[in-house]
């Protein structure tokens, strides 16, 4: 027992002339006599002018070291300075084995960084060559026995943290200056000041950070203070941030010259062995636009689980873009785009970001549904209804006193004064993993009212496909369905669509202000192309138009008119109507176009008429926007009460020659007149007919000739009575 006793005296003893010795040096030896010295050694060993102009202090209790007015110039250049540097430790915390920080205090540091048009900083030129050369090849030397000897140092004999504290930190007045020479780009950090106090793992203590940043490209600058409570474990694995308040004053050239400000507010926690985090009450605004959420976090890797809520409050975001300093959207509803909203639950399994109880809302339409996007594959699966949609309040408004003649006119001279673009992006295309469906009450566009409206689409490999779009318009109804094959460079398109029923005059007068067409419209669209353009996929489309209209009527032109002058011709008359009407009704109109590249051809129009039967053929230029039709009207009935359009047997079954040629977007109820050049040709049919009914009467005449003269005979022979039976037989025979 003695010698324990012996042996801890010992240590004590130690301990208090170690106690002793640093006492008296730090009281005895003056550092600043050393600044020569100290000056001296930092040249040689590096590239930088060191000055120490100010004092140099040491204390013993509490253990620290003081430093003021010091400065490093490297190339003739200011490299860092330093105002002043205290850092003070308590010497029995260190006896304690538990580091206690009293003070670190950092003013007035100024340090300039610099990459040169080679792009290498001078931070790196620091050191000698020759040092950095000598000190190269001893670590190439003991790299190898370095390697196989190195081992992780254990934590401690107990396993357990130190126990660190600091009672002080203060950083004020401190600015980094960053100018890179080979891209122009300039960064300045200045201002900067942390101070904090009370620093002890595993207890909370408070921190506040100011700073100002500016940029050069693009001209920024950022005010930043940011006000919190952290809390870090001894293990530093589990970190929590409560009470923030952070804020940022922004301005500059992203801004168009405005200030902006953003916000930062709530609680974050992490537990990096657990791989957790969470965000309580976290706010972020930026402008108008804010941000709130709950949110928890569970995996840190590829394949994170979410589970929390986020919510947009409603903004404006037309005010948001000019507290941006950003273009205004000019819409022809000037009321629009000042009520957008969104909330949503997230959740789903590891790795996928899941969305439900999703609620969207635009001014007055309003989505609701969810979806699911898979952060391995990018898969995305979204299910979305809305209710109505004016899509018309969000166009461009047109220019005053523009006509539509004049801004189609507009419209097309500027696209054909633009270079032609691809429509896909192949490459995205081709990574897109998609599976969404969409439907929406009402929708107006382009002055058009469809309803219910379905859509689902799928994207995979390059492979999109629109396996349904249906919805009700104007009394009836659509559905088509689309595949696009992007898997080569020049895409596939594959285009079908039935149409039921659709009345085209409302239609036509809605999209064109066009009410030259009514009746009840059924198609059959069946179209293949390919391209990646407009042009090649009109160059290169083949397909057909079936087209059926039931009841309807031509508007705008008479064709009954048209056929009345030709037959007013024919009988060599003068028609005396004059209140002849603007529409021609119809019955079962019908044909087939086919599409061949830019050309719509047709063959068999056909369509029923009051006395008539309407034939046609012609073709259809897209590209040209230009109609060039022969219809004729085949005369089968009475047409008209005109004594001069009466049907006689010259003209019965003649067809009267109609022509339709003409721009069809600039004057499409000028397009059709009557055909004189044609005419010749029912002139013909006429006179055919005219010679056939005269030798028609020319043989009934001699038939009535030889009846007579052979009753007459009989008559004399056999007597009147058998002559009358006699008659009656001839009369079967002859005719």
Known sequence: MK????????????????????????????????????????????????????????????????????????????????????????????????????????????????????????????????????????????????????????????????????????????????????????????????????????????????????????????????????QANQALNEFAVSGLNAVFDMSGEPFGGESVTAELAGSLAANLENETASLSDFSASLANLSLNTNLNVKGFGDKPALDGRIEISEFSLKELLNNLGQPAIETTDPEVLKAIALSTNLGGEPGVVALSDLVLTLDDTRFNGGGSYNLATGGLVFDLEGDKLNADRYLPPSAEGDSPEAGNGETQAAAASQPETDLLPLDTLRTLLLDIDFGLGELIVSNLTINDIAASTTAKDGLLQVDEFSGKLYYGSFGANATIDARTDNPKWRIRSDVTNVQTLPLLTDLAEVDMLSGGANLKVAVDTTGNRISALRENANGEISFNLAEGEFRQMNLTRMACQGIALANQESLTTTDWGTTTPFNDMRGTLKIDGNTLNNTDLVAAL?????????????????????????????????????????????????????????????????????????????AANAAKAKAREEVDRAKEKAEEKVQEKLKEKLGEDAGEKVKDALKGLFN
């Open 3 to 230: 010698v324990i006793r012996y042996a801890i005296y010992a240590v004590i003893a130690l301990l208090l002339l170690a106690v002793a010795a640093v006492a008296i040096a730090v009281a005895v030896i003056n550092p600043n006599d050393y600044k020569p010295r100290i000056e001296a050694a930092v040249e040689k060993q590096t590239n930088l002018d060191l000055m120490l102009e100010g004092d140099i202090g040491w204390s013993f209790i509490p253990l620290g070291l003081e430093l003021n007015q010091v400065e490093a110039n490297l190339d003739g250049e200011r490299f860092v300075a330093l105002e002043q540097l205290i850092a003070q430790i308590d010497f029995w915390s260190l006896i304690a084995m538990s580091p206690q920080v009293n003070t670190f205090l950092l003013n007035g540091l100024d340090a300039h960084l610099e990459v040169n048009e080679q792009g290498e900083g001078n931070w790196t030129r620091i050191m000698r060559e020759q040092t950095a050369t000598a000190e190269a090849g001893t670590d190439a030397a003991e790299q190898q026995p370095a390697q196989e000897t190195a081992e992780p140092e254990p934590q401690s004999a107990s396993g357990e943290a130190l126990n660190f504290n600091v009672e002080n930190v203060e950083i004020s007045n401190a600015s980094v200056h960053y100018n890179d020479l080979s891209t122009g780009q300039s960064v300045t950090l200045e201002d900067f000041t942390v101070t904090a106090s009370d620093i002890t793992l595993g207890s909370e203590f408070p921190l506040d950070i100011r700073f100002r940043v500016e940029t050069s490209q693009p001209q920024f600058a950022v005010d930043g203070s940011i006000n919190a409570r952290i």
């Open 610 to 686: 009051a006395g008539m039967r309407l034939e046609g053929n012609g073709t259809v230029d897209l590209e040209q926007t230009d109609l060039d039709y022969e219809l004729g009207l085949r005369i089968v009935g009475e047409i008209h009460r005109d004594e001069a359009c009466r049907v006689t047997e010259y003209v019965e079954n003649v067809v009267i020659p109609v022509e339709c040629r003409g721009n069809f977007a600039e004057d499409p109820a000028g397009l059709c007149s009557f055909d004189g050049s044609r005419f010749r040709d029912t002139l013909k049919d006429i």
